[in-house]
């Protein structure tokens, strides 16, 4: 028995509010867009390095070109 195909992960551009990385996981991994973002806002307000995450994988992930 084999999974389904998870889609690569790619930043959304058509469903992005900043820069789509967190509708690009959201995506692949199958998770509510919206819980996503705001369990990133919510852990922006902890110490620790989440914005510096942020902008590294806004780098490193590839855009979708797709659309």
Do not use: E, K
């Amino acid at each position: 028995m084999t999974s389904p195909a998870r889609p690569p992960l790619r930043r959304d551009t058509r469903n992005r509010v900043i820069a789509g990385v967190c509708s690009g996981i959201a995506r692949r991994y199958g998770l509510s867009v919206n819980g996503l973002r705001l369990a990133f806002v919510l852990s922006c307000i902890l110490p620790g390095p989440q914005f510096i995450a942020y902008l590294l994988l806004w780098v490193l992930i590839p855009a979708d070109t797709r659309y």
